[in-house]
């Protein structure tokens, strides 16, 4: 009977431990600087223009900065999406423009195991974040008409494309087809419920979940 009654309960803690669901990590906000007039909030789906500085919490070591390396502009991505890692996702919902925030970005809303580039595996990270301006995104309501260019209350990916395109050249960058196409692909991937190569007006306004 107690080998019977060990199987018993370690059969009852897998089953238990498999339909459990873990704890989601967190992201430590801290606000540098806020704004005393507040327009808008970001929230998912809006486009963001940030410029930011990423650190290793091990040892202080830059990794990254928009404002010293490559280009040394600010970058465009849309918020919810997943264009960017979890920690930024996270936390910077509800920023105002002009607002700085400090993220601590634990390892699993980050590179986890893997790591990239300069940055190693379970790596915790810290970014100083400031956004430049907030935009309304591929997902928003006002954008709908807009994007809609045949007004037949229904997006394709090309449609979708060109708002892209045109709102990046309106502030001065140049359009990038790459990624254009990946953002496009992820929002269709989300929105085209019936998988029918559109976005309905429905389709387009729904909040999903995971978002």
Not at 7 to 15: G, N, R, V
Not at 68 to 86: A, M
Not at 116 to 123: F, L
Not at 126 to 135: A, G, K, N
Request: glycine content about 8%; charged content about 30%.
């Amino acid at each position: 009977m107690i080998p019977e009654l060990w199987t018993c309960i370690f059969s009852a803690l897998f089953f238990y431990v498999q339909g459990a669901k873990l704890p989601e990590p967190e992201v430590k906000i801290e606000v540098l600087y806020k704004p005393f007039l507040c327009h808008r909030k970001s929230k998912y789906g809006d486009i963001l223009l940030v410029h930011y500085d990423g650190f290793l919490e091990s040892n202080g070591t830059m990794f990254h900065s928009s404002r010293h390396h490559g280009d040394k502009n600010p970058v465009w991505f849309t918020l919810g999406i997943r264009e960017v890692i979890k920690g930024w996702d996270k936390g910077l919902q509800g920023m105002c423009a002009g607002e700085k925030r400090k993220l601590t970005v634990p390892p699993a809303l980050a590179y986890g195991k893997e790591g990239k580039g300069k940055i190693p595996p379970e790596s915790t990270l810290i970014f100083d974040i400031e956004i430049m301006e907030i935009r309304n995104g591929p997902r928003s309501h006002e954008s709908f008409q807009e994007m809609d260019l045949n007004d037949d209350w229904k997006l394709s990916k090309a449609e979708v494309k060109e708002y892209l395109r045109k709102e990046f050249e309106k502030h001065g960058y140049a359009a990038n087809d790459t990624h254009h196409e990946v953002m496009v692909e992820d929002i269709f991937q989300k929105e085209d419920e019936d998988n029918d190569g559109f976005i309905s007006a429905r389709e387009f306004t729904y909040k999903h979940d995971e978002l």
